[in-house]
Every structure is written in C-alpha cells, then in structure tokens.
C-alpha cells in the first residue's frame, strides 16, 4: 500500500498516480477517455473553482454530464475538502427538487479533508418512496478499498468495469476503486449487455462489478449470439441482490477462467460477508464476515433462530440526509448498526439472510420472509423474476400472494398455478405455498437495478382494488 493509499483519503492516490503513471488510462467509457495526469489536472481546477467561489460545504454532482465528466466533477468536489451529492437523472422532477432543497446552499471556505470528513451523499430508496441520503467520510471507504484487496486478492486490483450508474454506489464504488488502486476503470453510460461482453473479450479490464440482473441478460446475450466463452476476466464481484445460484454454472461457462464472488452489504455498512459462489450453496447463506468485520444476532423473533443482524466495522457510515418519518432507517447501538435485516449464524459460521424486517409476513400464525418464497420461485426455470407479499386476510392473517414474470425462451413449458404450488411445497413447508399467482405486464426496478418491492405491492393493490370490467388490469391471475 502507498502513503497515499494509506492517508485515509478517498482520492489521495490519483496524485501519485498522476506522477509515476501519468499517461495511463484511468478512466474510459469506450469513446472518451482520460489518462491519470489528465484526470488529476481536471480534477484540481474543478477544486480551485469551488475554493474560489467558496461553493457550500455539500454540492450535486452535475448528472447532466457525460459518465467520464461526471467523475471529475465528483473528485474535484471531494478534493476541495467539500462532499459530493450524487443524484440520479431519472428521478421525477419533484423528487429532483425535494432532494436539492435537501442539500445546504450556503457559502463555505473548507478546511483540507481529513479522513473524519464527510466526502459522499449517496441515496437510496426509503419507504415513503423519497430518496434517502446516506452520508459517508474518507475513512469509511479508503477501508473498504483496503480489505477488498486484502479478501479478495490481487485481481481486484486490476482494471476494472463497473458498467453502472453513479448514483448506485456499488458502481461508484467500482469507480473509484479503479483509481485508488491505479488500474483504471471502464464505464458505460447506459447499461449494454453486448457493449460489456465486448469490453471484457477485449482483456483490459480482468475485473468486473455487477448486479446479477446485468450479468443474466450478459448470459442471454451470449448464448443468443453463441458466443465463445469469454477467457479474459479473473474476477466477477457481484453484489446488490441475491445471485440467482441456478444460474452459476451458465456463469461459469461464459467465464470459465473467472473466480466468481458474491460480496453482502448495505450503503450504511459497505461490506459485511462475502462468498465463493457455489450452485449447492444454500440460497440463504451469504458468506463468511469480512476480515474487518465483527457481526452479532439479536435475538427478536420468537420460535425463529433468526434475528437482526448488526455489524461493527470501520467502513459504516456517518448519518443520513433528509429522511425523518422513515421506518427503514439503520439502528444504531454505540459502534454496532443494523439495516434491519434478519438472519442467523449457521454450524459453518456463515452468514444467513433470512429477509427484511418490514417485509416479513405473518401467515398462520408464523413468520414468512418474503424474500426465501422469492428465491425458491426464481429457482424455477420458466420466472426470470418473482416478488411476494401479503394480502389481508380475516382467517390467516395475511394471505401469501406471488406476482411473477417468465423467463425468456420457456414459452413452450410454462406452468400453471397448480405446478407451481408443488414446486415451492417440495422446498418449503405448506405455508409459505402462494395462495395466488399473478403475472406482471411490467416489472418495477429501482435505480440500481433491483426489484422494486414497494411499487409492486402498489401494483397488487391497485389491481385489487380495482373495477376489472372498466380497468385493464396490469396483472394477471396465473390458474
């Protein structure tokens, strides 16, 4: 590790970088790129602007620019001592605007970062449906970068594409792990299956970071295309929703020279535990804790071994921005946090996800987390997607309600309700069998890419709700 790696400081590195490799690539997007010296010089007249207009303490990333352009504005933010916003273009106007009244505009002459200060407001979906910022500071991710290499190994610090947004931190994270480490990275500005599948035969970026519903479609793609297996990449991180097991050995096929990790973490805690992928995993379990990370279960539920998770670590986070009145905030016991997911210790010492706290549902008299239907229904060859929830019901509590999409390519052998009744009563106990099944004309994502649960219970209702001979209904009941 170099004294800058080692300062503490988020972008400390890139000087360095910027003298003894100066005209490496550190970042490209596939037509636009920019070397580490022309990074570093864009990104200190970018903080000279900011000092000399003594910008507020906090400022928004420019989300009109180009992905390359957007990370300067991000790094010269974060080098005037100041802390980078990252929004997202996407958001409705009035979401854009309740997000920006959130961030202080008042006139600041900064003092130089430390690694205490406060260098990042990322966001994440609350439950009211606002934005919830999450405040981070320079400490909090230089030791992330720091055990990603220690527990992972060398490959993760080799060039890498992170082919994402910004605004999801998993891939802002990506990105500016590329630079503290000196390899570079590779960025999309949309999302391209096929873009990234050429980007990684290319051979310059060995590693990858992605959600799993990025890595199906490269699947699809590649097997639509009858591409040959990729031979190029030594690393595949995935993270930011469960990766679908079953569909491993397809992974594995594409990559066949890959190690293939899944890493489990929040944006409040950054990493917690991490796994080699393994198709005969049980789909609970998460891994082991990182090396730097102590994790303890509270006991909560009665009758269930499950608890909430909480963490302790030098990577959590400071504070949040604008979101009083939401129920899913962190809880925070002195140096402990939760996220309020529950889950258990198994024999191994792994760690077992159980599901959220809020989406937990209570059917006969017992607990049902929604996201362990999820997965045994995602395991079924014909659902590409699944979310469960509970409707009430006066006899059981709440009835278990599943709304689905197929996968592609199954058009032939797609099952009915009866069927997959017996596929989750073979892998589950009767009760957390679907009572109904409803396939969805248009499944809701949020911005990073993961199912968005709350809008889909929205859809359920609405569609229940609703005067079906008047309404055409978004879903469809599967018999």
């Known amino acids: 590790m170099t004294p800058a790696q080692a300062s503490g400081l ?8 910027a003298h003894s490799q100066g005209e490496t690539i550190a970042i490209s997007n596939g037509v636009d790129s920019l070397t580490f010296a022309q990074l570093h010089a864009d990104v200190e007249r970018r903080a000279h602007a900011l000092s000399q207009q003594q910008a507020a303490a906090t400022v928004l990333v420019d989300d009109s620019l180009p992905m390359v352009q957007r990370l300067v504005d991000f790094l010269g933010i974060v080098a005037s001592g100041r802390c980078a916003a990252v929004g997202d273009p996407d958001w409705l106007p009035a979401v854009q605007k309740t997000v920006k009244e959130s961030v202080p505009n008042v006139a600041s002459e900064m003092p130089s970062p ?4 406060p260098f990042y407001v990322g966001y994440t979906s609350g439950s009211t449906g606002l934005p919830k910022g999450f405040r981070r500071d320079h400490r909090s991710w230089a030791e992330s970068f720091r ?15 992170a ?47 992605a959600v799993p519903s990025q890595l199906i479609l490269m699947i699809d793609v590649a097997k639509h295309r009858h ?31 890959a190690r293939i990790v899944e890493f489990y973490g929040a944006s409040e805690t950054s990493f917690i535990a991490w796994m080699d992928t393994d198709a005969t995993t049980p789909a609970a379990v998460v891994g082991r804790p990182f090396s730097n990370v102590d994790i303890q279960i509270r006991q909560e539920l009665e009758e269930e071994c499950a608890g909430l998770i909480y963490v302790r670590s030098p990577m959590l986070f400071m504070d949040y921005v604008g979101s009083e009145n939401d129920d899913t ?20 010492g792994r760690l077992c996800l159980a599901g959220r706290q809020n989406r937990m549902i209570v059917t006969q008299g017992k607990n049902l987390f929604a996201e362990e239907l999820e997965a045994v229904l995602q395991a079924h060859p014909a659902i590409a997607m699944a979310s469960v929830h509970g409707v009430q019901d006066a006899r059981r509590g709440s009835q278990v309600v599943a709304l689905i999409q197929w996968a592609s390519g199954v058009a032939d052998a797609y099952p009915d309700a009866l069927q997959l009744s017996a596929w989750c009563r073979q892998r589950l106990e009767s009760y957390k069998t679907p009572r109904k099944y409803f396939l969805c004309a248009h499944w809701a994502h949020t911005i990073s890419g993961k199912t968005d649960h709350r809008r889909l219970a929205q859809t359920l209702r609405d569609h229940l709700d609703a005067d079906l001979q008047t309404q055409a209904p978004c879903l469809t009941a599967l018999h």
Do not use: K
């Open 10 to 17: 988020v972008h400390a590195p890139l000087a360095d970088w």
């Open 114 to 117: 430390q690694p205490s200060t």
């Open 147 to 161: 055990v990603c290499l220690q527990d992972f190994g060398p490959d993760a610090g080799s060039r890498i594409l």
């Open 163 to 209: 082919p994402g947004r910004d605004s999801h931190s998993l891939f802002l994270f990506g990105m500016l792990l590329g630079i503290w480490t000196g390899a570079g990275v590779v960025v999309q500005e949309r999302f391209s299956a096929a873009a990234a599948l050429e980007t990684l035969r290319q051979g310059l970026t060995p590693c990858m970071i």
């Open 227 to 257: 591409m040959a297996p990729i031979q190029e990449v030594r690393l595949i991180l995935i993270s930011g929703a469960r990766w679908m097991r079953n569909r491993t050995t397809e992974l594995r096929s594409l990559f066949p020279r």
């Open 329 to 348: 905030i962190a809880l925070r016991d002195g140096d402990w946090l939760s996220v309020r997911d529950l889950g258990y210790l198994d024999d191994q």
